[in-house]
């Protein structure tokens, strides 16, 4: 099994910037695409930004320019860069991973139980 722990979450001013890190721990071969999900009040849960195994990046629309991905394979640990943060950004930000336990092991997805961004002032 391989677990996800999200830290990072809190309360910023709008215009304010914040940090968001998920590290995996467990059984771990290798570790493929890893992201960012967020769900906000009374809304479906939307993709924040994607990062491959080999570094390539994708964003929603809504937080390009912003926001930033990215990863230390050496760590286990993906990161999210939130600057200039609006009131719309306040969610729960969840962190997704796709794994391979063993070299027999096929890829598989889990995911952390989210860490709580609040942008207000």
């Known amino acids: 099994q391989v677990q996800l722990l999200e830290s990072g979450g809190g309360l910023v001013q709008p215009g304010g910037s914040l940090r968001l890190s998920c590290a995996a721990s467990?059984?771990?071969?290798?570790?493929?695409?890893m992201a960012w999900y967020r769900q906000a009040p009374g809304k479906e849960r939307e993709l924040v930004s994607t990062?491959?195994?080999?570094?390539?990046?994708i964003y929603a629309d809504s937080v390009k320019g912003r926001f930033t991905i990215s990863r230390d394979n050496g760590k286990n640990t993906v990161y999210l860069e939130m600057n200039n943060l609006k009131p719309e950004d306040t969610a729960v930000y969840y962190c997704k991973g796709s794994f391979i336990k063993n070299m027999y092991d096929s890829w598989k997805d889990y995911w952390g139980k989210g860490a709580l961004v609040t942008v207000s002032s």
């Open positions: 990062i491959t195994g080999d570094g390539i990046t």
């Open positions: 467990g059984s771990i071969f290798g570790i493929g695409a």
